[in-house]
């Protein structure tokens, strides 16, 4: 199941454009609030040179790629967290993604409407973060009733520390600060995970700009970068109407659209990467004249883990993987000439999988 990224916003920040740009998925897009109801879903390919270049390599009979799922999620206002506009359906939506992708207005265009009726980015980005500790406030607070009697009347460490993590949830929550600026213990993070918060779910800022600021930027992606490296985030330029042009291209015509532009990657493309660096991902591969695919993990994950991404039997019987660097591939041009110089390793169950490796993994069930 591809990794999912809740792209979220206040109304007529240009969400929808973007999302459709990037997944070429028609979501209605209108110059007026609330036009977004239910979410609209889009799964992509991430794009990946190492895998282009493996294929010429290998001439598999087929390629393919992993995918990241984008979820375009009803236009937050004010007074979400109470049920405003469609504050209770954006809320369950974002709940069940792996991270929030943050939209913010950049660009001044007298014939789109703010629903704030002026661009300011950092006030849209303190309405939606207040909405968001809002909802949490609320869910921790009810499980902190809840648990307070039991840890009072009983010495189970289990219930100690998830009584510990969620006054340090409330303490952040209260200061105004997100759940994941809470200092939790090795043992006490796990056991607020059921509890689905929001503001725990690692943020990317996206600057929608206008195509005059996508290279240098503008005194509002100014404001908002600043703020992204107070709270530890990152932004992403992008402009939704240029993406909106690109996605109509053909492939090829797109590379040499950029080139024009002066740019090397698309929007989607960095996009994809800077998720990735959020999320901490990494992508390894299987190749074959059969088949090259990619497979997305976490980082520092051993090998019977990444076997178990392509089925639960490979991590139940795994005895090793034989595994090489792409890198060394493309280097010495073919899987034999890496093996004769011996790059080629037999790993076992504690190898923790590089990015770019390749590997054919061995298991009996």
């Avoid at 996605?247 to 698309?266: D, M, N, Y």
């Avoid at 660096?277 to 994950?301: D, H, P």
């Avoid at 280097?331 to 923790?352: H, I, M, P």
Wanted: with cysteine; hydrophobic share 40%.
């Amino acid at each position: 199941m591809p990794l999912n990224c809740g792209i979220v916003g206040l109304p007529n920040v240009g969400k929808s454009t973007i999302f459709s740009a990037l997944t070429s998925v028609e979501a209605v897009a209108a110059n007026y609030p609330f036009c977004t109801i239910e979410p609209n879903v889009g799964i992509v390919p991430v794009p990946d040179e190492r895998q282009d270049r493996i294929v010429t390599l290998v001439k598999p009979h087929s390629i393919v790629p992993t995918a990241m799922e984008f979820v375009d999620i009803a236009g937050l206002v004010a007074g979400a967290s109470k049920g405003e506009g469609l504050g209770n359906q954006f809320l369950a939506n974002i709940r069940s993604t792996d991270a929030t992708l943050h939209i913010v207005r950049c660009f001044e265009d007298p014939e789109v409407i703010h629903v704030a009726g002026k661009v300011d980015p950092l006030s849209d980005i303190d309405v939606i973060n207040t909405e968001l500790m809002l909802a949490d406030l609320d869910t921790v607070t009810k499980r902190h009733d809840k648990v307070q009697k039991l840890a009072r009347n009983t010495q189970d460490s289990k219930v100690k520390n998830e009584f510990s993590a969620l006054t340090k949830l409330l303490e952040a929550l209260n200061a105004g600060r997100p759940a994941r600026t809470a200092d939790l213990s090795d043992e006490e993070r796990p056991l607020t995970r059921d509890l689905h918060l929001i503001t725990m779910k690692p943020t990317l800022y996206v600057a929608n700009v206008d195509d005059a600021g996508l290279k240098d930027g503008n005194v509002h992606t100014t404001a908002v970068e600043k703020r992204a490296a107070e709270e530890g985030s990152q932004v992403v330029r992008i402009s939704g109407a240029m993406e909106a042009e690109i996605a109509q291209l053909e492939p090829a015509e797109r590379a040499e659209f950029l080139a024009e532009l002066g740019l090397s990657e698309s929007g989607l493309t960095r996009l994809i990467h800077a998720a990735y660096k959020l999320l901490g991902l990494i992508t390894y591969f299987t190749a074959g004249v059969q088949e090259v695919r990619a497979w997305t993990i976490r980082q520092g994950t051993k090998a019977p883990g990444a076997a178990g991404v392509i089925h639960t039997d490979f991590e139940r019987g795994f005895i090793k993987a034989d595994v090489y660097n792409c890198e060394d591939l493309f280097r010495l041009g073919s899987e034999q000439a890496v093996k004769e110089k011996g790059l080629l390793r037999s790993e076992g169950k504690e190898y923790v999988v590089k990015d770019g490796d390749i590997i054919f993994f061995k298991f009996n069930v």
